[in-house]
Antibody, heavy 119, light 106 residues
Framework: QVQLVQSGAEVKKPGASVKVSCKASGYTFSDHYVHWVRQAPGQGPEWMGWMNPNSGGTHYAQQFRGRVTLTRDTSVSTAYMDLRRLTSDDAAVYYC????????????WGQGTMVTVSS | DIQMTQSPSSLSAFVGDRVTITCRASQSISHYLNWYQQKPGKAPKLLIYSASSMQSGVPSRFSGSGSGTDFTLTISSLQPEDFATYFCQQSDGTPLTFGGGTRVEI
């Protein structure tokens, strides 16, 4: 079954970091880019960046540069999103999604990981 | 960044109605426009890519059109399972950007 399965919900304090995983199955992990998108309650999705699983290359949206790192472990077909210095504005559902190129439609999505930021 | 503006932000319709949602880009994006459906608590699902190409498995009552800056998603005969929020997304370049969504209600 072609799918992306993400790690579970997280509760973090302001200033902390969160790392979300995204495990791919049913297709060749290195053949497709992994994009990360977040969605705050009642808002439209917000794109965070992409990672090329083949090369490890990355590109981040300007507003996240310096605070987010996208990595992968090809041995377990898993992508990771690490977001640092969390504030209440980072409370959202975080999704990984598959695309064929750096700018593309996203044809396969993970189920989402809710991140709550609260003191 | 390319801004995507959807209208309306919400609409009410009956089963069987023809529904049209529009999306406008702040600059020309050729045909690089995609549509997603999202139901509460679920991830977005790709419906239409490259403005008018239907994703595999999507019912034929969904269609997309447009180019340049103005795009349309049409549901020819609204079904009960179509009540959801719809988003457009441009893929002409990064950052990828999404519209604010159109909520389709009964």
């Amino acid at each position: 079954q072609v799918q992306l399965v993400q790690s579970g919900a997280e509760v973090k304090k302001p200033g902390a970091s969160v790392k979300v995983s995204c495990k791919a199955s049913g297709y060749t992990f290195s053949d497709h880019y992994v994009h990360w998108v977040r969605q705050a309650p009642g808002q439209g999705p917000e794109w965070m960046g992409w990672m090329n699983p083949n090369s490890g290359g990355t590109h981040y949206a300007q507003q996240f540069r310096g605070r987010v790192t996208l990595t992968r472990d090809t041995s377990v077909s898993t992508a990771y999103m690490d977001l640092r210095r969390l504030t209440s504005d980072d409370a959202a559902v975080y999704y990984c999604a598959r695309g064929d190129t750096p700018h593309d439609f996203l044809d396969l999505w993970g189920q989402g990981t809710m991140v709550t930021v609260s003191s | 960044d390319i801004q995507m503006t959807q209208s309306p932000s919400s609409l009410s319709a009956f089963v069987g109605d023809r529904v049209t949602i529009t999306c406008r880009a702040s600059q020309s994006i050729s045909h690089y426009l995609n549509w997603y459906q999202q139901k509460p608590g679920k991830a977005p699902k790709l419906l239409i890519y490259s403005a008018s190409s239907m994703q595999s498995g999507v019912p034929s009552r969904f269609s997309g059109s447009g180019s340049g800056t103005d795009f349309t998603l049409t549901i020819s005969s609204l079904q009960p399972e179509d009540f959801a929020t719809y988003f457009c997304q441009q893929s002409d370049g990064t950052p990828l950007t999404f519209g604010g969504g159109t909520r389709v209600e009964i």
